[in-house]
């Protein structure tokens, strides 16, 4: 699951959960950065998919149609989203939990570095992390194999 990458940084995979299926988590961290780079970058996998946010900026998702024994990670610049003085980086991962067509089964997990500059902040133990309380994780209506869970979504909350 490691990538030479998320080694260099010592970022560890982080999870809630682990037994879930259709499991929605968020992963929040706050930082301080003293400069700013023009490369400041993301470099994130997750077993499933992703969406972040930086300072309440939508930044990027992504899905992963790979193998849980060769994972793959985006590296999204990040630059434009961060600011002098405290930041908050916020992630929402999504790990389905069993197979279909477009997903082979894996462990949940979301593994990141953000760097900019000297700066690097990782996924470790220090990150807050929480089910997602808009989604509802578990048991919902399977669509089909094909196309595995439908979701949940409660707005009014």
Not at 9 to 26: E, L, M, R, S, T
Not at 111 to 136: H, Q
Request: hydrophobic share 40%; net charge negative.
């Amino acid at each position: 699951m490691e990538s030479n990458i998320f080694k260099t940084f010592n970022a560890k995979p982080i999870w809630g959960n682990k037994n879930k299926v259709n499991h929605y988590v968020d992963f929040k961290k706050e930082f301080i950065l003293e400069r700013l780079s023009n490369n400041a970058e993301l470099y994130i996998a997750v077993d499933t998919e992703y969406t972040v946010f930086i300072n309440g900026k939508f930044v990027d998702m992504g899905a992963y149609d790979d193998f849980p024994n060769n994972k793959s990670y985006d590296v999204l610049n990040v630059s434009d989203y961060l600011v002098r003085g405290k930041n908050e980086l916020f992630i929402t991962a999504y790990a389905q939990g069993i197979g279909s067509f477009q997903y082979v089964k894996g462990t949940p997990f979301l593994m990141f570095a953000l760097t900019c500059g000297d700066f690097a902040l990782v996924s470790d133990d220090n990150i807050l992390c929480r089910e997602n309380p808009f989604y509802k994780s578990g048991e919902v209506e399977l669509i089909s194999f094909q196309m595995a869970y439908s979701f949940e979504y409660d707005a009014s909350k």
